[in-house]
């Protein structure tokens, strides 16, 4: 099958418009004919199933928390970009749009990007009449800090929480419809499967996490805002539930994944501290707005600190490499996430690590406190060479700023960041692959659609700090309620759907067996054994730097790995009841296809671009020596798999990428 | 504002302004007590007045008594609300960690309290109301023609185990005003820039005026 | 660390369930609450026995899907941090660690240490929102500014991560701090007070009806929360309830 994006014509500036002028709409009365599933109720699934719910269709919406509040996009922190230009710092729709575009690595689809920056100013209007409290400034206007990759400030926050609020906000908006039985929602349920009628997406298979039963769902559409698949690491800031089960179902029953390689590496998280670790803990990107990345520049003091003998504060200036600030001038610290991770991998790799692990650097904000105090102290008319004052005055601002992400680290780490860097390492984050979506968001699948993180769409190999909120509300809040009408409009007259029908009964049968083989299984080792083991080949071998030994490797362990899951895996219980055990063994056996075709799909993509770094694909001279090197000849082009059985044998669709309103340059951040 | 009592937040408002009324006629009550220690004839004379004024008599006597009774059963049915709403209690509870005694214990300090009344009533105002309104006397004189306020009063503090139970009593009251003095004013939504006074405020008024009646218990007994 | 734990153990929602004791070795300081519990099933699923079942997700302290009431406090012993982030280093060698679910009528529980918090769900449904409608059609968000100081009360008040700690620490088992939160948040906000009459009522009846019990002020809730939820949304709340009964 050809891919086809579905890319209106027209000038970029005003495709949306166009699009949503010439789309066929369904009249109020036929909405209350027409049933939508939404799974997940992150930001992405909480906004589109209040926005349905809202137009007037029957929502049913599905979490496997035991609130829809507590999806994972409650953990952002830093905040939520948007082209108000607020600031009058020179941002708009384009510049937004070209940041995004390039911070991607000129691997997304240009049109869809642009709609997102052209709906990201109307989020903001949108959070703030739901009561979301933003930052604001003392003239009792919002206010905007600034983000990696970009030279303006246009990201709004609150606090170090924005994700928490705009979910709430969007949870709120969800309540509204559930109290008017609008939505209903389906708490601790997980879906196990897509059920696929004539070619159309028509229902779910779930189940019920507290009793266990196996449950049919019938709507006309399939919304999934099932998020990422990072957890596929086993370690990663995501949630422990986080996971690809929903995409990949999707995938089994006909969805292309697309780009499943693209990771992102998030440069500052809290470094593993042992083997006990069951995840990783991400300190805001927007520390780096005040925060300096360090190593010791000489190898003597790296060897001190390790063993105790010197604390990083009696390191002198000189004896510090600032290294991102060396080699990146422009940027500086606020350099892409992408690049600030390699460049920590680079100083660690090369012995500079400080600590016992060899891999964590310094984030630094003595610097910050100094500049601050001093501007307090100016402020309040006090003394300005009062050095305690000065650091106290100081701290008081950072605390004022970063208050609980400090907390956060001093109760994770057992050190006082205000007194002593904090130490930090990159890793798993977010995931830029995912399901392939045309311009309406539908996946390969009619009447299957993706939303927020569970897509491919927006952020092509490397997502910029912010933009996830963005997109996820922009998908559920503005996108998918115009586009899915337009599908749903050829639906009027369907009536309910069925759930008798053989589809349903044989997905449902599916599901029972594979629960069936968990529950009588008499394995030898626990899930979390296998998953242990796939993070550790991934991360090793499909991490942030990758090559074509360790790729074809990681395969072949994969596969091994899998046939062993499903010999040896053992899950006690039984399915009839609340059973953890048996949920993850579901999540863990799809992770371990998917992770054989991520590597694939690594090893296929021969170039460096965004968080897929390939040694092989490096710039060997120039000003730009040493960096990624993209192969926009041969690469420029969505990757999207086709399942056919095991994920050796996918096979890949092209979507060639054109970029016609961005000119396509080596990103340099120097 | 119909079916405010059936509200938990109005049930606690209740209770709090039945607290802030109790609460003054307590200081009330202290400061005529008070006077028994510092003149005689004073504390005959204000005792008189109040218990013969009919405002104080037949108006201000029966919303006391209202506002007590009140107070007592509003929180009872709290105390079984609040039980019923956790049926099993947990094997270990580190109460002290997050709250103070006095703030878990209000039913205790409460239902000594209300002991107390029993006792007081049975001492003074059963007395008097039998003088008064059965026997018909409201003269307020002895047979020698003075009054007979502080002379009961004295009496009554003879013994010595009730002064023990008096006091006794008094430890209680004052456990119960350290919680419910500033959580009246919580409870009517009165969390302020003021509050930390106020909180410093109940603090004193719930030692002082126990103390005060501990004081004047112990004056009367040793100075009969 | 060796440490003896008494977790309490729950077939389902009908079983009786009782306090059983564990031993476990080998704890790091480093270790969180909830790594040292994964250790323990990894070691009850080898021995062939049954799992403790406990809620958790984000394991960074901000979804609120983790519970537990340990050594009896919500979220044991540390201040300001969920269970996932309490650590290890904050128990001794040798010590004995009780392990229960949160306790509420409200809260009945699922299964171990699991409980159905869904009231908490419920009295949003009854008003927790703002009622616009997500269209987009919405004035520019420049043209409703916020007094700072009440945008920031707004945001502390709305960091409630609606674990349940205040419900579980409270010896009524009452919500109000987790509803003060959400009514403060919106009677601070210039949006939320169009609506606020019939939100509050509307909740209060909602938290009523659940089952929870009576504020009486102790202020167990405000010492146990992760998020330091203060007292003084309580008595907005209460202020909020009682003018908006008086405005019928």
């Known amino acids: 099958m050809a891919l086809d994006s579905k890319t209106p014509q027209g000038p970029i500036a005003d495709k949306w418009t166009n699009y949503k002028n010439h789309i066929n709409l369904v009249n109020p009365a036929n909405k209350r004919n027409i049933d939508v599933i939404v799974v997940g109720t992150g930001l992405a699934g909480g906004s589109a199933a209040a926005t349905l719910a809202e137009l007037g269709y029957n929502v049913k919406a599905f979490c496997f928390q035991d609130s829809p509040r507590r999806a994972h996009s409650i953990a952002a922190q830093g905040g939520i970009n948007a082209a108000k230009n607020y600031q009058g710092d020179g941002d708009s729709t384009y510049r937004l749009f070209y940041d995004t575009v390039k911070g991607g690595d000129y691997r997304s689809r240009e049109a869809n990007v642009y709609r997102l920056a052209e709906v990201s100013a109307n989020i903001i209007d949108q959070c703030v009449a739901q009561g979301v409290p933003f930052a604001r400034e003392y003239g009792g206007l919002l206010d905007n800090r600034s983000f990696g990759g970009v030279l303006v400030s246009r990201t709004f926050y609150a606090a170090g929480q924005t994700g928490q609020q705009l979910l709430l906000g969007a949870y709120s908006a969800m309540n509204r419809q559930i109290g008017r039985g609008k939505i209903k929602m389906y708490n601790r349920h997980e879906m196990l499967d897509v059920v696929v009628v004539d070619g159309k997406a028509r229902g779910i298979i779930a189940r019920n996490l507290v009793t266990g039963e196996i449950e049919r769902h019938s709507a006309h559409a399939v919304v999934l805002g099932t998020g990422g698949y990072g957890n596929v690491f086993f370690l990663s800031t995501n949630a422990m539930g986080s996971n690809v089960t929903a995409a990949w179902k999707a995938h089994k029953r006909g969805s292309y994944f697309a780009n499943p390689c693209y990771t992102q590496i998030h440069p500052t998280c809290i470094p593993v501290s042992g083997d006990h670790q069951s995840k990783l803990t991400l300190m805001s990107e927007s520390l780096r707005n005040d925060g300096r990345i360090w190593v010791p520049k000489n190898m003597k003091d790296v060897t001190a600190i390790r063993e105790g003998r010197l604390k990083p504060t009696e390191i002198a200036d000189e004896n510090r490499d600032y290294y991102l600030e060396r080699r990146y001038p422009a940027f500086g610290n606020l350099v892409p996430r992408d690049v600030a991770s390699r460049a920590a991998k680079e100083r660690c790799d090369a012995g500079y690590g400080v600590n016992a692990t060899g891999e964590a650097v310094y984030l630094d904000f003595a610097t910050a406190i100094q500049r601050y105090g001093k501007e307090q102290a100016t402020v309040k008319h006090l003394d300005a060479n009062d050095k305690a004052l000065i650091k106290k005055l100081g701290q008081e601002v950072v605390k004022n700023k970063y208050g609980n992400l400090f907390q956060m680290y001093e109760k994770i780490v057992d050190q006082d960041p205000y007194n002593t860097p904090m130490m930090i390492y990159p890793a798993v984050h977010y995931t830029m692959g995912g399901l392939w979506v045309d311009y309406n968001l539908m996946t390969t699948v009619p009447g299957l659609y993706a939303i927020g993180e569970a897509n491919f769409s927006d952020h092509g190999a490397n997502r910029l700090g912010a933009s996830a909120l963005m997109q996820g509300l922009a998908d559920g809040y503005f996108v998918l309620p115009y586009t899915i009408g337009n599908y749903l409009s050829d639906d009027i007259r369907t009536g309910p759907i069925s759930t008798e029908t053989p589809e349903f009964v044989q997905a449902e049968k599916e599901v029972k067996e594979k629960i069936n083989f968990f529950i009588t299984n008499k394995g030898s080792h626990s899930v979390d054994y296998f998953h242990k083991k796939l993070g550790k080949i991934m991360w090793d071998k499909v991490g942030m730097s990758r090559n074509v030994t360790g790729l074809t490797e990681a395969i072949s362990e994969i596969k091994a790995l899998r046939e062993e899951f499903w010999k040896e895996v053992r899950v006690p219980g039984t399915n009839e009841e609340f059973n953890e055990q048996l949920a993850k063994a579901g999540r863990v056996a799809d992770f371990l296809e998917l992770g054989e075709l991520f590597a694939k799909d690594a090893l296929d993509r021969e170039e460096s671009c965004g968080g897929h770094f390939r040694e092989d694909s490096i710039e060997l001279s120039g000003e730009q020596k040493g960096e990624a090197k993209r192969d926009d000849e041969n690469y420029a082009y969505v990757a999207a798999w086709e399942y056919k059985g095991e994920p050796s044998a996918a096979v890949l669709h092209k979507e060639e990428l054109e970029f016609k309103d961005i000119e396509l340059k080596q990103r340099s951040y120097k | 504002m119909s079916g405010i009592l059936n509200s938990s937040i109005g049930r606690k408002f209740a209770m709090a302004l039945s607290a802030f009324f109790l609460m003054v006629f307590l200081l009330q009550h202290f400061t005529i007590n008070l006077l028994s220690v510092i003149s005689e004839d004073t504390f005959n004379n204000v005792s008189h007045f109040m218990g013969t004024f009919w405002l104080v008599q037949y108006v201000l006597q029966p919303v006391l008594i209202f506002g007590v009774i009140f107070h007592f059963i509003m929180g009872f049915v709290l105390e079984v609300r609040n039980r019923n709403a956790r049926q099993i209690s947990y094997a270990k509870n580190n109460g002290n960690a997050n709250s103070t005694w006095m703030s878990r214990n209000m039913i205790w300090s409460g239902l000594a309290i209300l002991a107390f009344i029993g006792l007081h009533f049975y001492d003074f105002w059963l007395p008097e109301i039998n003088t008064k309104f059965i026997e018909g006397d409201m003269s307020g004189l002895l047979p020698n023609g003075e009054y007979r306020y502080f002379e009961e009063l004295q009496h009554k503090f003879v013994d010595v185990w009730r002064v023990v139970l008096y006091c006794i009593a008094f430890v209680f009251l004052a456990l119960h005003l350290l919680h419910g003095f500033s959580s009246a004013f919580q409870s009517t939504g009165a969390n302020n820039k003021y509050t930390k006074g106020l909180q410093g405020f109940g603090k004193a008024y719930a030692i002082i005026i126990p103390l005060g009646f501990v004081f004047i218990a112990l004056f009367h007994y040793f100075n009969h | ?248």
């Open chain 3, 1 to 248: 660390m060796n440490l003896t734990l008494k977790i309490w153990r729950q077939k389902n929602a009908n079983d009786k369930g009782k306090m059983v004791d564990y031993q476990i070795g080998d704890i790091s300081g480093d270790m969180s609450f909830l790594e040292m519990l994964d250790l323990l099933n990894d070691q009850l699923i080898n021995k062939g026995e049954e799992p403790v079942a406990f809620d958790h997700d984000c394991r960074e302290g901000i979804c609120g899907m983790c519970s537990l009431y340990i050594n009896g406090e919500a979220h044991g012993p540390d201040r300001g941090v969920t269970t996932c982030q309490l650590h290890m280093r904050m128990f001794k060698d040798g010590e004995t660690i009780f392990i229960e679910p949160f306790r509420a009528k409200a809260f009945p529980v699922i299964k171990d240490l699991v409980v159905d918090r869904s009231a908490f769900d419920r009295i949003q449904h009854a008003g927790g929102f703002i009622s616009v409608n997500t269209s987009g059609n919405t004035i520019d968000a420049n043209t409703i500014p916020v007094n700072k100081h009440d945008a920031d009360d707004a945001f502390s008040a709305a960091t409630c991560i609606g674990c349940g700690a205040c419900v579980a620490s409270c010896k009524n088992s009452s919500a109000m701090l987790y509803l003060g939160a959400k009514i403060s948040q919106f009677a601070l906000l210039p949006q939320g007070k169009i609506e606020a009459t019939d939100r509050v009522l509307n909740m209060v009846k909602q938290m009523d009806e659940e089952g929870f019990g009576n504020c009486t002020n102790t202020g167990a809730c405000e010492v146990e929360c992760p998020k330091g939820i203060s007292l003084e949304n309580i008595a907005r709340l209460n202020r909020e309830y009682l003018s908006a009964t008086l405005k019928g």
